[in-house]
T-cell receptor, first 109, second 112 residues
Framework: KNEVEQSPQNLTAQEGEFITINCSYS?????LHWLQQHPGGGIVSLFM???GKKKHGRLIATINIQEKHSSLHITASHPRDSAVYIC???????????FGQGTRLTINP | EPEVTQTPSHQVTQMGQEVILRCVPI?????FYWYRQILGQKVEFLVS????????KSEIFDDQFSVERPDGSNFTLKIRSTKLEDSAMYFC??????????FGPGTRLTVT
Protein backbone atom coordinates (compact mmCIF):
# COMPACT_ATOMS: atom_id res chain seq x y z
CA LYS A 1 0.00 0.00 0.00
CA ASN A 2 1.31 3.44 -0.93
CA GLU A 3 1.93 5.76 1.97
CA VAL A 4 0.60 8.71 -0.03
CA GLU A 5 -2.41 8.40 -2.34
CA GLN A 6 -3.75 11.15 -4.56
CA SER A 7 -7.05 11.45 -6.35
CA PRO A 8 -7.96 11.86 -9.05
CA GLN A 9 -4.99 10.69 -11.14
CA ASN A 10 -6.16 12.80 -14.06
CA LEU A 11 -8.45 15.80 -14.11
CA THR A 12 -9.66 17.81 -17.09
CA ALA A 13 -11.71 20.95 -16.56
CA GLN A 14 -12.79 24.11 -18.33
CA GLU A 15 -11.21 27.46 -17.67
CA GLY A 16 -12.81 29.15 -14.68
CA GLU A 17 -13.81 25.97 -12.86
CA PHE A 18 -13.02 25.34 -9.21
CA ILE A 19 -10.53 22.50 -8.89
CA THR A 20 -9.97 20.14 -5.97
CA ILE A 21 -7.15 17.60 -5.72
CA ASN A 22 -7.06 15.24 -2.77
CA CYS A 23 -4.23 13.58 -0.88
CA SER A 24 -4.52 10.87 1.78
CA TYR A 25 -1.64 9.45 3.74
CA SER A 26 -1.32 6.48 6.03
CA UNK A 27 1.59 7.48 8.27
CA UNK A 28 2.15 10.07 10.97
CA UNK A 29 3.63 13.18 9.42
CA UNK A 30 5.46 16.28 10.51
CA UNK A 31 4.60 18.22 7.35
CA LEU A 32 2.83 17.89 4.01
CA HIS A 33 3.99 19.57 0.82
CA TRP A 34 2.13 20.43 -2.35
CA LEU A 35 4.35 20.68 -5.41
CA GLN A 36 3.78 21.54 -9.05
CA GLN A 37 5.59 19.80 -11.90
CA HIS A 38 5.46 21.37 -15.34
CA PRO A 39 5.76 19.45 -18.64
CA GLY A 40 9.46 20.28 -18.82
CA GLY A 41 9.90 18.32 -15.58
CA GLY A 42 10.90 21.02 -13.11
CA ILE A 43 9.35 20.91 -9.63
CA VAL A 44 8.14 24.00 -7.78
CA SER A 45 7.11 23.99 -4.15
CA LEU A 46 3.63 25.49 -3.64
CA PHE A 47 2.85 24.95 0.03
CA MET A 48 4.15 23.34 3.17
CA UNK A 49 1.50 22.56 5.79
CA UNK A 50 1.50 21.03 9.23
CA UNK A 51 -2.00 22.18 10.21
CA GLY A 52 -4.93 24.28 9.07
CA LYS A 53 -5.03 26.13 5.80
CA LYS A 54 -2.79 28.25 3.59
CA LYS A 55 -3.66 30.52 0.67
CA HIS A 56 -1.49 31.93 -2.07
CA GLY A 57 -3.26 33.78 -4.84
CA ARG A 58 -5.81 31.42 -6.38
CA LEU A 59 -4.38 28.37 -4.60
CA ILE A 60 -5.64 27.12 -1.25
CA ALA A 61 -4.28 24.13 0.64
CA THR A 62 -5.93 22.53 3.65
CA ILE A 63 -4.96 19.69 5.91
CA ASN A 64 -6.89 17.58 8.43
CA ILE A 65 -4.34 15.82 10.63
CA GLN A 66 -6.91 13.60 12.37
CA GLU A 67 -8.28 12.32 9.07
CA LYS A 68 -4.81 12.17 7.43
CA HIS A 69 -6.11 14.11 4.46
CA SER A 70 -5.17 17.24 2.55
CA SER A 71 -6.76 19.08 -0.35
CA LEU A 72 -5.40 21.52 -2.88
CA HIS A 73 -7.96 23.89 -4.39
CA ILE A 74 -7.57 26.15 -7.39
CA THR A 75 -10.13 28.90 -7.85
CA ALA A 76 -10.89 30.44 -11.26
CA SER A 77 -8.67 27.89 -13.01
CA HIS A 78 -6.67 28.95 -16.06
CA PRO A 79 -4.92 26.97 -18.81
CA ARG A 80 -1.56 27.99 -17.33
CA ASP A 81 -2.51 25.94 -14.23
CA SER A 82 -2.16 22.80 -16.36
CA ALA A 83 0.55 20.72 -14.71
CA VAL A 84 1.07 17.70 -12.49
CA TYR A 85 0.32 18.45 -8.84
CA ILE A 86 2.15 16.31 -6.33
CA CYS A 87 1.53 15.73 -2.65
CA UNK A 88 4.54 14.74 -0.54
CA UNK A 89 4.88 14.11 3.18
CA UNK A 90 7.68 14.28 5.67
CA UNK A 91 7.35 11.70 8.44
CA UNK A 92 8.49 12.18 12.01
CA UNK A 93 12.07 13.35 12.28
CA UNK A 94 12.96 12.25 8.76
CA UNK A 95 14.29 14.73 6.27
CA UNK A 96 13.17 12.88 3.16
CA UNK A 97 9.89 13.51 1.38
CA UNK A 98 7.62 10.61 0.41
CA PHE A 99 5.74 11.44 -2.77
CA GLY A 100 2.32 10.63 -4.13
CA GLN A 101 1.96 9.62 -7.74
CA GLY A 102 0.71 13.04 -8.82
CA THR A 103 -2.50 14.40 -10.36
CA ARG A 104 -2.31 15.51 -13.97
CA LEU A 105 -4.48 18.61 -14.36
CA THR A 106 -5.51 19.94 -17.76
CA ILE A 107 -7.46 23.18 -18.01
CA ASN A 108 -9.03 23.78 -21.39
CA PRO A 109 -9.75 27.33 -22.61
CA GLU B 1 15.38 35.11 -6.23
CA PRO B 2 17.99 32.46 -5.39
CA GLU B 3 17.48 29.08 -6.98
CA VAL B 4 18.97 25.62 -7.13
CA THR B 5 20.77 24.92 -10.39
CA GLN B 6 21.72 21.61 -11.93
CA THR B 7 24.07 20.62 -14.73
CA PRO B 8 23.88 19.13 -17.23
CA SER B 9 20.22 19.35 -18.16
CA HIS B 10 20.52 16.14 -20.16
CA GLN B 11 23.22 13.48 -19.97
CA VAL B 12 23.45 10.49 -22.26
CA THR B 13 25.84 7.74 -21.24
CA GLN B 14 26.57 4.14 -22.07
CA MET B 15 25.85 1.32 -19.66
CA GLY B 16 28.76 0.72 -17.33
CA GLN B 17 30.08 4.27 -17.52
CA GLU B 18 30.44 6.58 -14.53
CA VAL B 19 28.39 9.77 -14.42
CA ILE B 20 28.51 12.77 -12.15
CA LEU B 21 25.46 14.97 -11.80
CA ARG B 22 26.10 18.42 -10.43
CA CYS B 23 23.99 20.72 -8.32
CA VAL B 24 24.55 24.16 -6.88
CA PRO B 25 22.22 24.55 -3.87
CA ILE B 26 20.99 27.89 -2.57
CA UNK B 27 23.94 29.50 -0.83
CA UNK B 28 22.80 29.65 2.82
CA UNK B 29 21.11 26.25 2.78
CA UNK B 30 22.42 23.47 5.00
CA UNK B 31 20.46 20.39 3.93
CA PHE B 32 20.86 18.82 0.50
CA TYR B 33 18.91 16.07 -1.20
CA TRP B 34 18.84 13.95 -4.31
CA TYR B 35 15.63 12.49 -5.70
CA ARG B 36 14.92 10.64 -8.89
CA GLN B 37 11.87 10.13 -11.09
CA ILE B 38 11.75 7.28 -13.57
CA LEU B 39 9.58 8.21 -16.55
CA GLY B 40 5.90 7.81 -15.69
CA GLN B 41 6.58 7.01 -12.04
CA LYS B 42 6.53 9.00 -8.84
CA VAL B 43 9.46 10.90 -7.42
CA GLU B 44 11.64 8.81 -5.08
CA PHE B 45 14.04 9.88 -2.38
CA LEU B 46 17.67 8.85 -2.80
CA VAL B 47 19.75 10.58 -0.14
CA SER B 48 19.99 13.55 2.19
CA UNK B 49 23.22 15.26 3.24
CA UNK B 50 23.93 17.51 6.19
CA UNK B 51 27.08 18.69 7.91
CA UNK B 52 29.25 16.99 5.29
CA UNK B 53 27.80 13.55 5.73
CA UNK B 54 24.88 11.43 4.60
CA UNK B 55 22.04 11.83 7.08
CA UNK B 56 19.53 9.53 5.45
CA LYS B 57 19.44 7.25 2.41
CA SER B 58 16.97 4.97 0.69
CA GLU B 59 17.32 1.35 -0.41
CA ILE B 60 17.90 2.64 -3.94
CA PHE B 61 21.08 4.41 -2.83
CA ASP B 62 23.39 1.41 -2.93
CA ASP B 63 27.16 1.16 -3.31
CA GLN B 64 26.92 2.35 -6.92
CA PHE B 65 25.89 5.79 -5.72
CA SER B 66 27.87 8.39 -3.82
CA VAL B 67 27.45 12.04 -2.95
CA GLU B 68 29.96 14.74 -2.25
CA ARG B 69 30.15 18.42 -1.50
CA PRO B 70 33.62 18.98 -2.90
CA ASP B 71 34.04 22.73 -2.55
CA GLY B 72 31.35 24.23 -0.33
CA SER B 73 29.11 25.23 -3.21
CA ASN B 74 28.61 22.19 -5.44
CA PHE B 75 26.77 19.05 -4.42
CA THR B 76 27.34 16.05 -6.66
CA LEU B 77 25.77 12.66 -7.23
CA LYS B 78 28.02 10.01 -8.74
CA ILE B 79 26.82 6.77 -10.25
CA ARG B 80 29.83 4.49 -10.60
CA SER B 81 28.68 2.02 -13.22
CA THR B 82 25.39 3.02 -14.80
CA LYS B 83 22.66 0.52 -15.61
CA LEU B 84 19.75 0.89 -18.00
CA GLU B 85 17.40 1.20 -15.04
CA ASP B 86 19.27 4.29 -13.81
CA SER B 87 17.67 6.23 -16.67
CA ALA B 88 15.55 8.84 -14.92
CA MET B 89 15.21 12.52 -14.08
CA TYR B 90 17.42 13.35 -11.11
CA PHE B 91 16.42 16.28 -8.92
CA CYS B 92 18.59 18.06 -6.42
CA UNK B 93 16.94 19.99 -3.59
CA UNK B 94 18.15 22.10 -0.70
CA UNK B 95 16.72 23.64 2.44
CA UNK B 96 17.97 25.99 5.13
CA UNK B 97 16.36 23.98 7.87
CA UNK B 98 14.29 20.80 7.68
CA UNK B 99 11.44 22.75 6.16
CA UNK B 100 10.44 23.65 2.66
CA UNK B 101 12.70 22.11 0.07
CA UNK B 102 13.69 24.02 -3.05
CA PHE B 103 14.12 21.86 -6.12
CA GLY B 104 16.45 22.27 -9.04
CA PRO B 105 15.23 21.87 -12.65
CA GLY B 106 16.51 18.31 -12.88
CA THR B 107 19.01 16.38 -14.98
CA ARG B 108 17.61 13.87 -17.41
CA LEU B 109 19.94 10.85 -17.46
CA THR B 110 19.63 8.45 -20.37
CA VAL B 111 21.62 5.22 -20.17
CA THR B 112 21.95 3.36 -23.47
Amino acid sequence: KNEVEQSPQNLTAQEGEFITINCSYSVGISALHWLQQHPGGGIVSLFMLSSGKKKHGRLIATINIQEKHSSLHITASHPRDSAVYICAVRTGGAQKLVFGQGTRLTINP
Amino acid sequence: EPEVTQTPSHQVTQMGQEVILRCVPISNHLYFYWYRQILGQKVEFLVSFYNNEISEKSEIFDDQFSVERPDGSNFTLKIRSTKLEDSAMYFCASSRQVYEQYFGPGTRLTVT
